[in-house]
């Protein structure tokens, strides 16, 4: 053994010293210009999708924002190495899409929008047109707190779109506490979700009032709560329940009084709001329920509900609806029709709130799974009702 170490030594050395040197990838002509290497937004708005890769022997583009919808797409080399493929005409949104290099998934190493996730496999293309763009109108800030959680014992970070003028205001702010999906972290909200374009656009058309739109990281990481150690078919039994409990106390404990330390805010139920996407929805459900005198706005995307994990204490407070009309100015549902990741659990829950008589509004996106087409649009309707 210990020669075969020695051996592996002398050779991993004489790799280090250059003797035997590993050839460095080539590089893309000089005489390229940039746009013929990357992917692009055609001015017709379409997108040519671009991958320098001479050595490969195969290369796709894969659209679609589930695996459910994935699209495969061939490409065509050129005599320089570059792989393209030009889509259709397409319509003004943010699309996903990654390559996949002789069986190998990469992102786009040639762009600049990779999707946020906790393991980054997929880019973003966005396609101007719609909500979703930046603006010529009045912008809001974002700023990143970093904090101390006593719930959790450990360093945390979250986001906080703040209005355009805030800083002349004299009256305080209500507030928007908005939970992102699973895999995904607090940026998504902002870079997939668009959120700050989607607040400075609505807020220039007069559609929502100002407020601040707080971005908590849905994943605790808390000790014994990671959700990379747990296999998905235990996820909703050994990870969700933990992990939501763990959130909720951070929100209560830490977020809420952070927020109102740092800012002029209201703090009564009526100018308080909580929604979420996926694991953020089963978050809002959460927290929701167990502390309804604190929120009087609630909306659930997609979300993993107390159908599939429960949660004695939501049940219970289900069981006392009037109690929840009372309170709650807004209850909104919101699922794709074709979701097979959390459409049981919303049905679920509708059926559930209907029996009791629990009032709500349910939106289902016809054609749509779990997927950013569906939260978006959701999260535009939603910030429309708040606080009015």
Do not use: C
């Amino acid at each position: 053994m210990s020669g075969t170490l020695s051996s592996l030594a002398l050779i991993l050395g004489l790799y280090a010293t250059g003797v035997f040197a590993l050839p460095l990838p080539a590089k893309p002509p000089e005489s390229m210009a940039l746009r013929n290497v990357v992917s692009q937004v055609n001015d017709d708005n379409t997108i040519t999708w671009r991958l320098w890769a001479p050595a490969a022997k195969a290369v796709e583009v894969v659209t679609g924002g589930t695996p459910e919808s994935y699209v495969s797409h061939p490409m065509t080399k050129d005599a320089n190495g570059v792989w393209s493929f030009t889509s259709e005409v397409m319509k003004p949104n943010l699309y996903e899409y990654f390559f996949n290099v002789d069986g190998f998934r990469t992102i786009d190493t040639g762009s600049g929008m990779p999707k946020p996730q906790r393991q980054v496999n997929t880019s973003l293309i966005l396609v101007p047109g719609s909500l979703l763009d930046v603006r010529n109108v009045p912008h809001g800030e974002i700023h990143t707190l970093s904090y101390y959680s006593e719930a959790l014992k450990r360093e945390r970070q979250l986001h906080v779109w703040v209005p355009p003028g805030a800083e002349k205001r004299s009256a305080p702010l209500p507030v928007l506490y908005f939970y992102h999906g699973f895999g995904d972290t607090a940026w998504s909200a902002l870079t997939q979700g668009r959120v700050p374009q989607i607040m400075d656009n609505l807020l220039a058309e007069k559609k929502i009032v100002p407020m601040l739109v707080v971005i908590p990281d849905t994943e605790t990481d808390a000790e014994g709560i990671i959700p990379e150690d747990v296999p998905p078919a235990e996820r909703r039994k050994a990870f969700y329940p933990r992990n939501a409990l763990a959130a909720d106390k951070e929100l209560t404990q830490d977020i809420i009084p952070l927020i109102a330390s740092r800012y002029a805010v209201k703090n009564d139920a009526d100018s308080r709001a909580l929604a979420g996407l996926s694991q953020g929805g089963y978050q809002t459900l959460v927290s929701g329920m167990r502390h309804l005198d604190s929120f009087a706005w609630l909306g659930i995307f997609s979300g993993v509900t107390t159908e599939s994990v429960p949660d004695f204490r939501v049940t219970a407070r289900l069981d006392k609806p009037e109690g929840i009309n009372n309170q709650l100015h807004n209850f909104t549902l919101v699922a794709g029709e074709k979701d097979i990741v959390t459409g049981r659990d919303m049905v679920g829950l509708k059926a559930q709130l209907d029996r009791k008589g629990i009032r709500h509004d349910w939106q289902s996106y016809p054609g749509l799974g779990h997927e950013m087409d569906v939260w978006r649009p959701a999260y535009i309707d939603f910030v429309q009702k708040l606080f009015r």
